[in-house]
């Protein structure tokens, strides 16, 4: 009598647990749509992002892999863990007020895994603890790195063509060599294959090996190894083409090479991480007898608290950004515009090209782009590693430091292109109260503009000039009609 009970019990807990299980997915799908649209719309728009498509499927999989220890697992949900579930659901609400998607992005995952933790509790958690972390690939997040990565791939390049003693001679991103000249454009960084390199290998070093030294020092050289393989691929590039005369590794052979010099590294690096693999093992036996559940009230009580922790920071958000901010920046740049000497202008041949509401003009012979952004209706960042100073394509970067003009805080970018004509080009954001190209001041500033009514819309500028008494001029009268 007293088994045909305990059934009876278990499949109750088992059909509440499955309940509130679906419930909280769906309360998560609504409360992170908006962003996970976003993530897919970045998975889609970007070849950086292919793999992140792979990367939920490869996590479900995993889990099924491990399903027979979970039968087996205690399901005893951890209601404790709605404290770092708050205080992520807080970081999402500030994240969406700042418009900042990679942070909604990981707020996103980082809810779903802490809901699963929660839901199954800490024992079975432990279970698929890689998996759940796996998760965290799926945010699209890595080319902020190429600037960065242009920079050492170049000098990985120069070095060792000056060890072959082959005459050359740089200038930011461009490599002159004497019978012709490359640019370590962003294609060239290796941006793509180091991401995908490093996701694969993390799974790679989670399926390989049980030692975790062993785990962490193969991904340490799949961060590593790709940097510095795609050095020696640019170099190999210049090398050939310097020996042949530029008749091989440029255009179409110059794609092909990489292609295969990646596929050969690839090769390497898992050939690699096979020597030394340590054997999982076998689970021999499991337990005859499921092990006690949760009660129903747990679980119960446990929904209740889940939902409350996902519902209360999107009620405050509702009522503390309730106001309308409809007249913004926009509308002090057009008064500035009219009022002023400034004539519109074509784009100059510097302005990297774009698909955002732009602006070409010119101030008392200085050029100008001013970029404007919306980030609520049109659901773009402000500060964003997608607004370029300069068309990247054509010119390089010489020189760049940060310098003050007054109370701003700019960044001067000295470029040059390949026939040696030079620009010395300002570029800064421009939000009510603040001019800045500093990301997190203006962010902060956006912030306090959205608590406290005001608009947080603003420009992204760019101004060629050299002469900073003039660009102080210029920023003044901009700061009058836009603070």
Known sequence: MSDSISSADSRTFQHNWML???????????????????????????????????????????????????????????????????????????????????????????????????????????????????????????????????????????????????????????????????????????????????????????????????QIAFIVVCAVLPIIANGFRAFGIMAIGYYSDMKYATGADHLVYGWFFFAFILILLFYLGSIGADKKQAINSLPTD?????????????????????????????????????????????????????????????????????????????????????????GQELVSFRHRVFDNESWTQAEVFLTSIGNARVKVVKIVNVVGEKRTLLAWYQVPNLQSIKGFDIKWQQFVNRISGHPSDGFFIVLATNDMQQAQRFMSILNQTSG
């Not at 205690?74 to 205080?87: G, R």
């Not at 007249?327 to 740049?333: L, T």
């Not at 774009?354 to 970029?371: H, M, N, P, S």
């Open 290 to 378: 499921l092990p006690a559940q949760g009660s129903v009230r747990s679980v119960w009580s446990a929904g209740i608290i889940l939902f409350a922790t996902l519902a209360t920071p999107q009620l405050l958000s509702a009522v503390v950004f309730s106001f309308d901010n409809k007249v913004g920046v926009d509308q002090h740049f057009q008064r500035f515009v009219s009022n002023s000497d400034i004539v519109e202008t074509a784009a100059p041949k510097w302005a990297a090209s774009t698909t955002d509401d732009v602006y070409y003009g010119e101030w008392q012979g200085l050029k100008f782009r001013a970029i404007y952004v919306n980030e609520k209706e049109q």
């Open 20 to 214: 509130l299980a679906c419930a909280l997915v769906l309360v998560w799908l609504f409360v992170f749509y908006d962003s996970l649209a976003h993530m897919v719309a970045v998975w889609t728009n970007s070849e950086t992002y292919k793999h992140c498509f792979l990367v939920p499927l490869i996590s479900v999989y995993l889990i099924y892999e491990k399903r027979h220890q979970l039968t087996f697992a205690v399901i005893n949900p951890a209601v404790w863990l709605f404290i770092p579930l708050l205080c992520v659901q807080l970081f999402f609400v500030v994240a969406d007020q700042l418009a900042i998607n990679l942070f909604m992005h990981v707020a996103a995952v980082s809810t779903l895994i802490l809901l699963v933790w929660a839901l199954i509790g800490t024992q079975a958690a432990k279970t698929i603890a890689f998996p759940l972390g796996y998760l965290l690939f799926a945010v699209p997040f890595g080319e902020e790195l190429v600037p960065l990565l242009q920079e050492v791939t170049a000098d990985l390049s120069v070095s060792m063509l000056d060890i072959l003693n082959i005459p050359v001679y740089r200038e930011g991103l461009y490599v002159y060599l004497p019978n012709g000249a490359f640019h370590v454009a962003e294609a060239c960084a290796g941006v793509r294959f180091l991401i995908g390199t490093f996701t694969i290998g993390v799974l790679f070093a989670y399926l390989n090996y049980a030692k975790y030294w062993k």
